[in-house]
């Protein structure tokens, strides 16, 4: 049963088709086990584990390649974080960081700081609008992306560019829901947060597998 704040936290974001009841068939039938669930059992293990610096992919798997921020003497045009005190400013910079290994590497440094000085949440009151994205490659419809086929690339190369994409939406996500909820931590629990700033940082790493094995076959 949801609490009474929360269920008017969802009223309050989520369109009234929503909340429309749903009706079921006399043949649909189902165990009251299906309406349960269970936590990954890896959860906590994953939360209380230090930080990931396995930031390249070498001849025998992830290898630790230790991102070094900016100094603080850097002016604030060489160091954007350096003008952010929360979480969610943190993210707020990532978002509106439109090239992709810059975004990348913006992401772990972020989490990291956060790791490391524990900065609060703070609260993003104008979120931005959608992630900053660089001019190539142009966003298309799925009608429009090529078969593999047809894409001129070999598939190894396609399978892979297509992966980095799903990862560099991934951190942009996990970023822009920490931004977008930083308002209502009352609600959510500072936990939420927390959560959704390591799963930024797991596919940030992951983009830059990605992004590295691509221009080692001699792609972007």
């Known amino acids: 049963m949801l609490s009474p704040k929360l269920q008017w936290f969802l009223r309050s974001h989520l369109p009234p088709s929503t909340f429309k009841p749903i009706y079921c068939s006399a043949s649909f039938s189902f165990s009251s086990s299906s309406l349960q669930y269970s936590p990954w059992s890896g959860l906590q293990a994953w939360r209380e584990s230090p930080l990931n610096e396995n930031r390249i992919w070498g001849p025998k798997g992830p290898e630790s390649l230790v991102l070094q921020p900016p100094s603080s003497a850097t002016n604030n045009c060489d160091n954007p974080m350096g003008s952010a005190s929360s979480l969610a400013e943190l993210g707020a910079l990532v ?23 524990n900065l609060p949440l703070g609260v993003v009151s104008d979120p931005p609008s959608r992630p900053a994205r660089s001019p190539k490659p142009e966003l298309v419809s799925p009608k429009e992306i090529p078969a593999p086929k047809n ?15 799903v990862e560099l939406n991934a951190i942009d996500l996990a970023w822009d829901t920490v931004v977008r909820f930083s308002p209502f931590s009352e609600i959510l629990g500072e936990g939420f947060f927390a959560d959704f700033a390591h799963v930024a940082d797991d596919e940030s790493r992951h983009f830059a597998w990605c992004s590295q094995r691509l221009s080692e076959l001699g792609f972007k």
Do not use: I
């Open 151 to 165: 894409s001129g690339l070999p598939l190894n190369a396609y399978m892979l560019h297509n992966l980095a994409h």
């Open 95 to 117: 978002l509106s960081t439109s090239d992709p290994l810059a975004k990348s590497r913006l992401s772990h440094l972020a989490y990291s700081r956060c790791r490391r000085e």
